[in-house]
């Protein structure tokens, strides 16, 4: 996880939401990625999409039952359905997210029983960490802002 901050710490200093993302293949990091949906104007752009396409290219196959995916916000529902049709064995999200998670949150696409793959889910690691660092980088968009209004 702590890889996957640094990740979000890197997107942040992009000016990208700060989510980062890691996928590991027995024990050893396949790919890390953080948000590019500014950079690369592409909405579909998500720390978990790079990072699972990236394990996919890497590791020769879509099929990634032996990775684990370290995220830093519990993913969206467009994540989650990319964990699930990727087959990830394990994901490890940092924080919650009320607005838009799709595990736990605001809906459980991944609970068990609704498809043919179902991940090991662990959340809450580094949560306090995962979450700040999103709120510091909204903080300041919002201080930036009413800067720019006061001008």
């Known amino acids: 996880m702590r890889m996957a901050l640094a990740q979000a710490r ?3 200093s992009q000016g990208e939401v700060p989510i980062g ?3 590991v293949y027995n024990g050893q990091v396949v790919s890390a990625a953080h948000n590019q949906r500014e950079t690369w104007k592409d ?3 998500h720390a978990e999409i790079i990072a699972i396409s990236e394990a996919s ?3 020769g196959g879509w099929r990634l ?3 684990d995916l370290y995220v830093t916000l519990e993913p969206c529902p467009m994540c989650a359905g990319a964990i699930m049709l990727s087959r990830i064995q394990h994901l490890v999200y ?3 997210d009320a607005k838009g998670g799709a595990v736990e949150s605001k809906t459980e696409l991944l609970k068990s029983g609704l498809w043919n793959h ?3 889910i662990t959340a809450g690691i580094l949560a306090d960490e995962c979450g700040m660092i999103l709120k510091d980088f909204f903080r300041a968009i919002r201080a930036l802002e009413t800067t720019r209004r006061d001008v």
């Open 118 to 120: 179902q991940p090991k």
């Open 43 to 45: 909405p579909t752009a």
């Open 94 to 96: 940092g924080a919650s």
């Open 10 to 12: 890197l997107a942040a």
């Open 21 to 23: 993302a890691v996928v």
């Open 57 to 59: 290219r890497r590791l």
């Open 65 to 67: 039952t032996e990775c």
